[in-house]
Nanobody, 118 residues
C-alpha cells in the first residue's frame, strides 16, 4: 500500500506559476513511477505529466514539468503560464509503468485544487 498526499494548490492569476508537491509513503519511493493527472468538473481525468524512477519525464505541455526528490519521497509538478482551462483538481499517482492512461496507475492521492482566475 502506498499513501500519497498532494499539496501546493491554490488560486493563481492567469500567466502565473504554481508548484505542486506529492509526498509518498514507502521505503522504495525511488523505484516508483509517478504520474500527474487533473480533473475538471464534468470532465474525465486527464494526463498531465509522468516521471520515471530514473527521473526521465514527459508532459502534456511544455508548461508543465515533473521532477522528483527521492531523498524526500516527493514528486513535484511545476506549472507555468497558467490558463483558466488549467483549473482542475490535480492528482498524483503511482503506477507500474510510465504512461498516460489513468487506469495504469494503482495508487492515488486525494488531489489538490488549482484555480486560475483573472
Amino acid at each position: 500500500q502506498v499513501r500519497l498526499v498532494e499539496s501546493g494548490g491554490g488560486v493563481v492569476q492567469i500567466g502565473g506559476s504554481l508548484r505542486l508537491s506529492c509526498k509518498a509513503s514507502g521505503r522504495t519511493f525511488s523505484t516508483y513511477i509517478m504520474g500527474w493527472f487533473r480533473q475538471a468538473p464534468g470532465k474525465e481525468r486527464e494526463f498531465v505529466s509522468a516521471i520515471s524512477s530514473s527521473g526521465g519525464s514527459y508532459s502534456l505541455e511544455a508548461r508543465f514539468t515533473a521532477s522528483r526528490d527521492n531523498a524526500k519521497n516527493t514528486v513535484y509538478l511545476q506549472m507555468n503560464g497558467l490558463k483558466p482551462e488549467d483549473t482542475a483538481v490535480y492528482f498524483c499517482a503511482v503506477g507500474p509503468r510510465l504512461g498516460t492512461d489513468p487506469s495504469w496507475y494503482e495508487y492515488w492521492g486525494q488531489g489538490t485544487q488549482v484555480t486560475v482566475s483573472s
